[in-house]
């Protein structure tokens, strides 16, 4: 635990190398894709890339073009960027190409944020419906390679209320940090309910907010190449090149409102009383029924 949020431990993690993170230099092109785990980032990574490079394939992996910042500091074979102290961290990241596009869990306050006006980056922020997370977290227990326990449902609807959750802590915590921020003008907040409905109008959004004119072709042709079966199917996208990852490890269905196949009546009311609790009176409104 590193300011309250679990990652991946026995791993040389320490604070140090957290707080240096927080730390990086960014420059004001940078592109950051926020969420809390399994709530659509890949998807985003993938949409940003291709409208930054008018709708072109690239077939490395989205992992190489697009870092996750904290796995740099987790010397895990299948991670393409890994350091082991606090300056090769600082010169591998100012050694990134333009454009510059990461990806990252940390809550808003751990973010790099830049030190001026000059260095301040964007940032796409991805919420799903919490259920849904919940319930893709579960299968994605059962199939990623380093999980040492196994949980059932009921353990693993118990671990996402306590926030014990790698990279994401408690979601109620995290989400709220980002929607408190959704006002900052480089700062787009997005729902995974809204893409899910109408892809051009998401893709559409996110180019406008880059700063890149595509044109209607383009854009339809974004929205087929990152449609959740592509991504699914696409080597360059599926993450199967984790070591130990299973076939369907990363993507499962992307459907809206897979939560009620999973959820009891005592488990569901525990959720919307926590949920009312923290989420009352902020203004965020997620889409439980899809």
Not at 31 to 43: D, E, K, M
Not at 88 to 95: D, N, R, Y
Not at 210 to 233: C, H, L, N, Y
């Amino acid at each position: 635990m590193v300011h309250g949020l679990p990652l991946l431990g026995g791993l040389g993690i320490t604070e140090e190398k957290v707080e240096a993170l927080t730390r990086l230099h960014t420059r004001k092109d940078d592109i950051f894709i926020a969420s809390y785990p399994r709530s659509g980032s890949a998807w985003t990574q993938e949409i940003v890339w291709q409208i930054i490079h008018d709708g072109k394939v690239d077939n490395r992996r989205l992992a190489e073009r697009v870092p996750f910042i904290e796995g740099m500091i987790v010397p895990v074979k299948s991670y393409p960027y890994t350091v082991t102290d606090v300056e090769s961290l600082k010169e591998m990241f100012a050694g990134f190409p333009a454009p510059r596009v990461f990806q990252t869990h940390f809550p808003y306050d751990m973010v790099p944020k830049g030190h001026n006006e000059a260095t301040k980056p964007r940032y796409i922020y991805v919420v799903r419906n919490p259920k849904d997370v919940c319930v893709s977290l579960y299968h994605y227990f059962q199939d990623i390679p380093y999980m040492t326990e196994i949980p059932t449902w009921n353990q693993a609807f118990e671990r996402f209320m306590k926030g014990r959750v790698v990279y994401g802590g408690l979601w109620f915590d995290q989400v709220l940090s980002w929607w408190k921020q959704r006002d900052d003008p480089n700062i787009l907040f997005l729902t995974y309910e809204d893409r899910t409905k109408n892809p051009g109008n998401a893709v559409e959004k996110i180019a406008k907010f880059i700063g890149k004119e595509i044109s209607p072709e383009t854009r339809d042709r974004i929205v087929q190449q990152t449609s959740f079966g592509a991504m699914k199917s696409s080597e360059h996208t599926n993450y199967t090149w984790i070591e130990g990852m299973k076939k369907n490890g990363y993507f499962r269905k992307g459907k809206v409102g897979q939560w009620k196949n999973y959820f009891t009546e005592e488990q569901n009311e525990l959720f919307d009383n926590v949920f009312n609790d923290k989420l009352t009176g902020t203004g965020l409104i997620i889409d439980f029924e899809g």
